[in-house]
């Protein structure tokens, strides 16, 4: 939303937003000064608490919606209903990478260990899938649950993590 001063004629940017629904929040584990979003318009932000601006926004076209991210280092990771693992540069908010076929039916979770060499997936099928950042390379895949994960929680010891579905269960690994 802009303003235009009368005085000069020039607009003033009073506030921004994503054009469509968030569909998931994240804080960087090491900072409480800025956090992300993402939107079923495909974009992803990153906002500056002090004042709410955005430090730097990242839009995928055709990529379906982004319902999980994740900060890892100085990026952010997403994930998609095209099944799409997709990391965008926290600084200019450009995409890095993608990794294809993370899950068939889509991601519905996501979460980055703390020492940030490894991501943990969930996805629409049930299916839980541990992958190497650096080598974008699926390291184990888990399958008890029998519906879709709505969250995943990495232990900071980075050995165990609880997964939650909408089967009613919670799981330890």
Not at 43 to 54: A, E, F, Q, R
Not at 136 to 151: D, F, G, N, P
Request: aromatic share 8%; with cysteine; net charge negative.
């Amino acid at each position: 939303m802009y303003r235009m001063r009368n005085s000069d004629m020039k607009t003033v940017k009073i506030s921004e937003s994503h054009r469509g629904a968030i569909t998931a929040v994240t804080f960087p584990r090491d900072s409480s000064d800025r956090f992300a979003t993402c939107s079923v318009d495909g974009s992803m932000v990153v906002w500056d608490l002090t004042d709410y601006h955005i430090l730097c926004s990242g839009k995928c076209r055709d990529g379906g919606i982004p319902t999980c991210i994740s900060y890892a280092f100085d990026c952010i990771i997403s994930g998609w209903t095209d099944g799409k693992v997709r990391c965008f540069d926290g600084e200019t908010g450009e995409m890095l990478w993608d990794i294809s076929d993370v899950h068939k039916g889509g991601v519905t979770a996501l979460q980055v260990s703390y020492n940030q060499r490894f991501m943990i997936t969930g996805g629409e099928n049930g299916d839980i899938r541990v992958w190497d950042i650096k080598s974008r390379e699926m390291v184990s895949h888990l399958k008890e649950h029998t519906s879709a994960i709505t969250s995943i929680s990495i232990f900071e010891d980075d050995a165990h993590a609880l997964t939650g579905s909408k089967d009613r269960n919670i799981l330890c690994w």
